[in-house]
């Protein structure tokens, strides 16, 4: 919505085939072209899939974020191959994959913006305990992102944002997880992350979205291979 807001046509994967219209819709609603590419990117050949039916509908791609993602809380020692390799599929491959076929687009129109999501986490002594796959999956993708910002240079700019904790159902899942292990309930952890933070507030989505437009914008025409981590603070807490 945010890119939108900013002029961008744009086409829309999820999972989730509903919500992805539904976005859609409100990207339709501003005035600019929609199309919801439904599919589980953790497969490569649905991501061909998808990447086919984008170039045919809107013949060119100015910007790729690489956003899905899954988390979990839960011990190295009770994680299984299969949680383990969901992380790894679904954030690090397909950031992977979409990149691959992004670049190709992108080195044609001489001009292209990659924004892949980080995470806090994914910084030298910011890992959280218990979320082992989650922490290497985005280790994963800020090294692909410094690497893709080599290779894709001059005309393509590679950046990832790094979010804190952002109250989306994918935190809403840790605050229950946690809680179960902790003897808590979900509302108490909130609760204690919330008052962690230095600003004293959870961020909004449309918070990680405007540095997103920001990296995609002429103000950040000299910025690549970086990590920006937006984390209203973290990994510095209150005391
Ligand atoms: N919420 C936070 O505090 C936080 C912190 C750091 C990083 N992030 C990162 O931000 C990004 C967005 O997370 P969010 O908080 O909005 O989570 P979310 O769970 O609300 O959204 C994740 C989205 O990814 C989609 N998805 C999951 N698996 C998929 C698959 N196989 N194929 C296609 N789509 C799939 C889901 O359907 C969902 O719409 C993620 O990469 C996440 O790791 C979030």
Request: proline letters at 4%.
């Amino acid at each position: 919505m945010r890119l939108a807001s900013h002029g961008a046509d744009v086409a829309i994967n999820d999972l989730n085939a509903e919500s992805a219209e539904k976005t859609a819709q409100e990207v339709r609603a501003l005035g600019r072209k929609s199309l919801t590419l439904p599919a589980d990117i953790s497969k490569t050949s649905e991501i061909d899939r998808i990447f086919d039916v984008l170039v045919k509908n809107f013949n060119r791609l100015d910007i790729l974020v690489n956003n899905a993602g899954i988390s979990m809380y839960r011990p190295i020692l009770e994680c299984s191959e299969e949680d383990y390799d969901r992380h790894m599929d679904i954030m690090t491959k397909a950031t992977f994959w979409c990149m691959k076929r992004a670049a190709p687009i992108m080195m044609k129109q001489k001009w292209g913006r990659i924004v892949n999501l980080g995470s806090y986490v994914a910084q030298l002594n910011c890992t959280t305990k218990n979320f082992g796959p989650y922490c290497a999956a985005k280790f994963g993708i800020i090294g692909l992102t410094q690497v893709a910002a080599q290779e894709f240079a001059p005309h393509i700019l590679v950046n990832a944002v790094g979010p804190g904790d952002v109250a989306t159902e994918m935190m809403e899942i840790e605050w229950v997880q946690e809680g179960e292990m902790r003897g808590m309930p979900a509302a108490d952890v909130k609760e204690l992350y919330r008052k962690r933070l230095l600003l004293e507030k959870f961020e909004t989505p449309d918070d990680i979205a405007k540095v997103v437009a920001f990296l995609c914008s002429p103000l950040a025409d000299q910025i690549t291979g970086s990590h920006i981590v937006a984390g209203g603070g973290l990994p510095y807490t209150v005391k």
